[in-house]
């Protein structure tokens, strides 16, 4: 039997490890012009890591009004880059476009939209693949851990250094609309309008184990080599087999039946181990395409950074202790090989253990009568003056709609009166996570009515 899926991938490991090693067969992640700036004032990490400098990627559409009081923070999904428009310096089609420009739902007649690659990636802000300035060497894994909250005090530097007092509004989506609900716990008062679409308000273990299968995968490719790939061939077996698992939760069911069904990509030839079924092929090409486009580096931190989000109280205490406890680091540093820089395995292995905890409790069902969490109440309360939209697609398995409706009834039980939640039912939008992405009438009209309110 023949298998050319594995040929392929022989073939491309082969064409890398015989590029000049003078420009290294590690491709240049970017997707064009952008602005940055650079903060040198060192930034603590949640973790105990340390920046002693930073840069973050951006760019901007629409025109800044003379008191920067119609600024909108746009948040970035785990690998979008800070490119979510066209614009004249770079044409290529952003992966918001049909939602940002003049009348659309970022109304850019009236908005200056502002949108960031965030700390940790790799299109320009500083990530795993930057140069680390105490040595000229590149990061690697020696990069410290980061939060969704270290994303987001990098991005208001930013806001900082452009005079931005107070946004007119937070608007994210998937990992983004974690992110703007983060930044409205952190900085209540420099937001107008929260938008968290296809969000949560704390990471939830069926998304955990999905990312860290992601995460398994890529690290077990020999080429990651403990993240010092750089200059070498990269991981780019582990890159597509990751992106195929995470795309497997982007989309709906329903949509592949439609999409899909059954057919195989050539019926007249007999079946094969390598990708026969259109569906496969779907599967193999997204691998393939993405598994250049990103570091691999920056999928593990980003990715982790999500997993470890959570605005409860009790979470947010413990953050704010270990920040209290590692404040002199802004004037030390961290080592690279410090504890406090990374993490590692529990010291007690996991075991098989019944949980005591009463399972009509719980707020991850259907149940419209599920108790909201005393903790979210706590961590989300800084929030209860501000407006804020939370959207949900009925067919997201990655982030799914009970998630959304934790979110509402979590601001609404804090005090915040003026909270909209729009969910979308399967009839009307088939293509799960990915809708935020595609649904422009129903998601871009939401945001749209939402912000001219």
């Given at each position: 039997?023949?298998?050319?899926?594995?040929?392929?991938?022989?073939?491309?490991?082969?064409?890398?490890?015989?590029r000049s090693l003078t420009n290294g067969p590690e491709p240049s992640y970017t997707t064009g012009v952008h602005k940055e700036f650079t903060s040198k004032d060192p930034?603590?990490?949640?973790?105990?890591?340390?920046?002693?400098?930073?840069?973050?990627?951006?760019?901007?559409?629409?025109?800044?009004?003379?008191?920067?009081?119609?600024?909108?923070?746009?948040?970035t999904g785990l690998s979008a880059s800070s490119h979510a428009k066209s614009n004249e310096d770079n044409p290529r089609l952003g992966w918001w476009e049909k939602f940002?420009?003049?009348?659309?739902?970022?109304?850019?007649?009236?908005?200056?939209?502002?949108?960031?690659?965030?700390?940790?990636?790799?299109?320009?802000?500083?990530?795993?693949?930057?140069?680390?300035?105490?040595?000229?060497?590149?990061?690697?894994?020696?990069?410290?851990?980061?939060?969704?909250?270290?994303?987001?005090?990098?991005?208001?530097?930013?806001?900082?250094?452009?005079?931005?007092?107070?946004?007119?509004?937070?608007?994210?989506?998937?990992?983004?609309?974690?992110?703007?609900?983060?930044?409205?716990?952190?900085?209540?008062?420099?937001?107008?309008?929260?938008?968290?679409?296809?969000?949560?308000?704390?990471?939830?273990?069926?998304?955990?184990?999905?990312?860290?299968?992601?995460?398994?995968?890529?690290?077990?490719?020999?080429?990651?080599?403990r993240g010092f790939y750089y200059d070498k061939v990269p991981p780019h077996v582990g890159m597509k087999l990751a992106r195929q698992i995470a795309t497997v939760t982007?989309?709906?069911?329903?949509?592949?039946?439609?999409?899909?069904?059954?057919?195989?990509?050539?019926?007249?030839?007999?079946?094969?181990?390598?990708?026969?079924?259109?569906?496969?092929?779907?599967?193999?090409?997204?691998?393939?395409?993405?598994?250049?486009?990103?570091?691999?580096?920056?999928?593990?931190?980003?990715?982790?950074?999500?997993?470890?989000?959570?605005?409860?109280?009790?979470?947010?205490?413990?953050?704010?202790?270990?920040?209290?406890?590692?404040?002199?680091?802004?004037?030390?540093?961290?080592?690279?090989?410090?504890?406090?820089?990374?993490?590692?395995?529990?010291?007690?292995?996991?075991?098989?253990?019944?949980?005591?905890?009463?399972?009509?409790?719980?707020?991850?069902?259907?149940?419209?009568?599920?108790?909201?969490?005393?903790?979210?109440?706590?961590?989300?309360?800084?929030?209860?003056?501000?407006?804020?939209?939370?959207?949900?697609?009925?067919?997201?398995?990655?982030?799914?709609?009970?998630?959304?409706?934790?979110?509402?009834?979590?601001?609404?039980?804090?005090?915040?009166?003026?909270?909209?939640?729009?969910?979308?039912?399967?009839?009307?939008?088939?293509?799960?996570?990915?809708?935020?992405?595609?649904?422009?009438?129903?998601?871009?009209?939401?945001?749209?009515?939402?912000?001219?309110?």
């Amino acid at each position: 039997m023949s298998f050319p899926c594995l040929d392929a991938v022989e073939l491309r490991t082969q064409e890398m490890a015989s590029r000049s090693l003078t420009n290294g067969p590690e491709p240049s992640y970017t997707t064009g012009v952008h602005k940055e700036f650079t903060s040198k004032d060192p930034l603590l990490l949640d973790y105990g890591g340390r920046l002693k400098e930073f840069t973050i990627a951006y760019e901007a559409w629409g025109k800044m009004n003379a008191d920067k009081s119609n600024v909108v923070l746009l948040h970035t999904g785990l690998s979008a880059s800070s490119h979510a428009k066209s614009n004249e310096d770079n044409p290529r089609l952003g992966w918001w476009e049909k939602f940002i420009g003049p009348g659309l739902a970022l109304d850019t007649s009236r908005f200056h939209v502002i949108c960031t690659n965030v700390l940790g990636g790799c299109y320009g802000s500083t990530g795993p693949a930057s140069i680390d300035p105490a040595d000229g060497k590149r990061y690697a894994t020696r990069f410290p851990i980061l939060t969704m909250s270290d994303m987001v005090r990098a991005q208001f530097r930013l806001l900082d250094a452009l005079g931005v007092g107070k946004l007119m509004a937070s608007v994210g989506a998937s990992m983004g609309g974690m992110q703007s609900l983060a930044a409205g716990v952190l900085y209540p008062d420099r937001i107008g309008r929260i938008v968290s679409i296809s969000g949560c308000a704390r990471s939830h273990p069926y998304s955990i184990a999905l990312r860290h299968a992601q995460r398994q995968v890529l690290m077990a490719d020999t080429n990651w080599n403990r993240g010092f790939y750089y200059d070498k061939v990269p991981p780019h077996v582990g890159m597509k087999l990751a992106r195929q698992i995470a795309t497997v939760t982007y989309r709906s069911g329903p949509e592949w039946e439609q999409r899909f069904g059954r057919k195989r990509a050539d019926p007249s030839r007999p079946p094969a181990l390598c990708p026969d079924f259109l569906i496969e092929t779907y599967l193999d090409h997204a691998g393939e395409k993405f598994c250049l486009e990103y570091d691999a580096n920056s999928l593990l931190y980003v990715s982790k950074a999500m997993d470890l989000f959570d605005l409860g109280i009790a979470n947010r205490d413990s953050i704010r202790k270990l920040r209290q406890k590692n404040k002199h680091k802004l004037l030390e540093g961290c080592s690279s090989d410090s504890e406090a820089c990374s993490l590692s395995l529990p010291k007690v292995p996991y075991t098989e253990r019944q949980s005591n905890k009463d399972s009509s409790r719980t707020t991850s069902g259907d149940d419209d009568d599920a108790v909201v969490s005393d903790d979210l109440v706590l961590g989300l309360s800084p929030m209860r003056n501000i407006p804020a939209l939370v959207l949900g697609v009925e067919s997201d398995i990655l982030f799914p709609a009970w998630q959304q409706r934790e979110v509402v009834d979590t601001l609404r039980k804090a005090g915040n009166t003026n909270v909209k939640h729009v969910e979308l039912s399967q009839d009307v939008s088939l293509f799960g996570h990915d809708s935020f992405l595609l649904d422009v009438r129903n998601i871009g009209g939401s945001v749209k009515s939402f912000l001219e309110e």
